[in-house]
């Protein structure tokens, strides 16, 4: 079983920055994207930003220029850098992992998600 553990929520004010990270573990896993997802309240959970293996990263329009993805693929972890806040940020911001994991030969699909994290924007 893959195990996410996100960290850096918080409140912030508007223009404020925030960090998020998002630490994946588990055995014999082979990570191809990582990624964040937002879910406001009453609204349905969106994509935010994703990074593939081969090093490309996607945004959502809302985010481009403001937020930046990264990965650390030694310790399997993902950040998110948040700049330029706004309260239309505000959301319980989700990771997403998702690969491969198991023996050689006998390799499985994973897609993974964090517990979530809360990122309130508020002056």
């Known amino acids: 079983q893959v195990q996410l553990v996100e960290s850096g929520g918080g409140l912030v004010q508007p223009g404020g920055s925030l960090r998020l990270s998002c630490a994946a573990s588990?055995?014999?896993?082979?990570?191809?994207?990582m990624g964040w997802y937002r879910q406001a309240p009453g609204k349905q959970r969106e994509f935010v930003a994703t990074?593939?293996?081969?090093?490309?990263?996607n945004y959502a329009g809302s985010v481009k220029g403001r937020f930046t993805i990264s990965r650390d693929n030694p310790k399997n972890t993902v950040y998110l850098q948040m700049n330029s806040l706004t309260p239309e940020d505000t959301a319980v911001y989700y990771c997403?992992?998702?690969?491969?994991?198991?023996?050689?030969?006998?390799?499985?699909?994973?897609?993974?998600w964090g517990q979530g994290t809360q990122v309130t924007v508020s002056s």
């Open positions: 997403n992992v998702v690969g491969h994991r198991g023996m050689p030969g006998f390799m499985r699909p994973f897609n993974s």
């Open positions: 588990g055995s014999n896993i082979n990570i191809n994207s």
């Open positions: 990074s593939a293996d081969v090093g490309s990263s």
